[in-house]
């Protein structure tokens, strides 16, 4: 495994540097082919949650915007990350949507709602309304349907979540200030909360 990581970061150092197939060593293009490459550039930088706009390479190496994008999501959610809202614009998933395929994902394993890590769990709570408190009695809800829990577990599972986001509640200190998600050269904005 270490060497799987090892191998990963040389590729995200190759393509942060701005390399693409063609710039490898012949050494290297030996030891991978373009297929490979290209599908390891990409996951690398699904890993990372990186900008598809942003890397070169990733544009040659996976050229399709959106199929990016859903890579990223699917290893988001299989790895329980925090939602990527510095994507959001890009994605097509809402923070609601996403976090209820997660939900799911741990319900159908029937896991802990421990083993979710901190800062999802928190931001799932905020989004959906389901926290450890809310997890114990919608799992023993959906292992209730017992046939229906050991032949199809998604169809338990699906009746029992929310079907809408939690509202959220405003704070009266709260300030709201418009800002641009992008500076204008290209970079994130660092989220001072000044508005330009």
């Not at 959001?88 to 083993?115: C, M, N, R, W």
């Not at 009266?172 to 508005?195: F, K």
């Amino acid at each position: 495994e270490r060497r799987l990581r090892m191998a990963d970061e040389s590729i995200l150092r190759a393509v942060r540097a701005g390399r693409s197939y063609d710039d490898l060593p012949v050494r290297a293009r030996d030891l991978i082919s373009r297929s490979s490459w290209n599908r390891k550039v990409c996951e690398a930088c699904a890993k990372k949650r990186l900008r598809w706009g942003d890397v070169p390479a990733l544009q040659q190496a996976c050229p399709k915007e959106q199929d990016y994008y859903a890579q990223v999501v699917r290893i988001s959610t299989a790895a329980q990350q925090i939602f990527p809202y510095h994507l959001f614009p890009q994605i097509k998933v809402t923070p609601f949507k996403y976090y209820i395929g997660i939900l799911h994902q741990v319900l159908k394993k029937d896991q802990s709602y421990a083993e979710v890590p901190n800062f999802t769990a928190a931001d799932m709570v905020r989004v959906t309304g389901v926290g450890r408190d809310e997890y114990v009695p919608l799992l023993q809800s959906c292992k209730a349907k017992r046939i229906l829990w050991k032949v199809n577990r998604d169809s338990a599972i699906r009746d029992q979540l929310p079907s809408e986001p939690k509202d959220l509640l405003v704070e009266p200190w709260w300030q709201l200030r418009a800002v641009s998600a992008v500076s204008p050269g290209g970079d994130a904005s660092t989220g001072s909360g000044a508005a330009d």
